[in-house]
């Protein structure tokens, strides 16, 4: 089943809407670094994709595990909204939430954990959804992943062991049309929908950035996973607006326009001008003065506890 919110997005509550626009300037920060050499390695930014871990925040709980990916700063900002730590781990300075070992893609606190290593988290998903479905409590496991990783084992295997033990396991597809430089129609055959429904999965896919209308209609969804051990896909037909990675876009200028049609921060700020304007403003104010501060700070530093 495909539901397609509205064009018009509908007006966010101001914390939903602060929220997505940190994310966005917290990403668009992170590329302005980049370009004057001031962070090391590789970033993979989620522009464009801000509303998905925004519209499902308020749908867990703290005691739900959440496993991420390579393109997780949204997922992690929308659970902790930790801007500070955050980049201060990017950065590797004093206040990482990792001491600076993790950086952009491996991130771990409390029951949150990402990872760049593709598919790797359905598998550990399942395992521990198999936990909490022991533990008695009605908590999930929630997995993000992207239409790319589909290519792995692992998915299958998760997906089959999810379905015969009725583990509460929540698979959250970011399907952006397109795996590094790859575009789905020249890698997958046949449709996530179909390989959910081969397991016996409940899939539901949605077209649209409208938050509160996604979040209505994923409730009650959640809420099966959660209480009935009912595991579901749910795949959300989105568009990456940035890079694959810090500036490696490989697509055509037509994809790039079509992301850029859909973009979200475009559609809100027509939409919703008089509400949009000033918390824009704030927000990228906001991440402005966090880059100031996390920049002035000195180097992280961590010990092994088995020194």
């Known amino acids: 089943m495909t539901v397609t919110t509205e064009r018009r997005l509908s007006r966010l509550?101001?914390?939903?809407?602060?929220?997505?626009?940190?994310?966005?300037?917290?990403?668009?920060?992170?590329?302005?670094?980049?370009?004057?050499?001031?962070?090391?390695?590789?970033?993979?930014?989620?522009?464009?994709?801000?509303?998905?871990?925004?519209?499902?925040?308020?749908?867990?709980?703290?005691?739900?595990?959440?496993?991420?990916?390579?393109?997780?700063h949204g997922h992690y900002l929308s659970r902790f909204g930790d801007a500070h730590g955050l980049l201060a781990e990017i950065m590797g300075r004093q206040g990482a939430v990792c001491n600076g070992v993790g950086g952009s893609q491996h991130i771990l606190r409390g029951t949150y954990l990402s990872t760049g290593v593709q598919g790797q988290s359905l598998p550990v998903a399942a395992g521990v959804a198999l936990h909490l479905r022991r533990g008695g409590d009605p908590l999930l496991a929630a997995a993000y992943i992207g239409d790319g990783t589909w290519g792995e084992g692992a998915v299958y295997e998760a997906l089959n062991l999810a379905r015969l033990w009725s583990l509460p396991l929540l698979v959250v597809v970011e399907h952006n049309r397109i795996a590094q430089s790859t575009r789905t129609e020249d890698q997958m055959a046949g449709t996530i929908a179909g390989r959910a429904q081969a397991f016996g999965i409940r899939h539901q896919r949605i077209a649209g950035a409208d938050v509160n209308a996604i979040r209505e209609l994923l409730t009650p969804l959640v809420e099966e996973v959660r209480h009935r051990r009912e595991p579901a896909v749910v795949e959300f037909d989105t568009y990456r607006v940035g890079p694959h990675s810090k500036g490696d876009d490989s697509r055509d200028r037509p994809l790039i326009e079509e992301a850029a049609r859909h973009d979200w921060y475009r559609l809100y700020a027509e939409d919703h001008p008089e509400q949009f304007a000033p918390a824009d403003r704030r927000q990228r104010d906001r991440v402005a003065q966090i880059i100031h501060e996390v920049a002035a700070r000195p180097a992280s530093a961590w010990e092994s506890p088995c020194a």
Not at 14 to 31: K, P, Q, S
């Open 13 to 72: 509550a101001a914390a939903d809407l602060d929220t997505m626009l940190l994310i966005r300037h917290f990403e668009l920060g992170l590329l302005d670094l980049f370009e004057q050499g001031k962070l090391n390695g590789t970033t993979h930014t989620c522009l464009g994709q801000e509303y998905i871990p925004v519209a499902l925040g308020p749908l867990l709980v703290d005691g739900d595990h959440v496993f991420s990916n390579h393109r997780g």
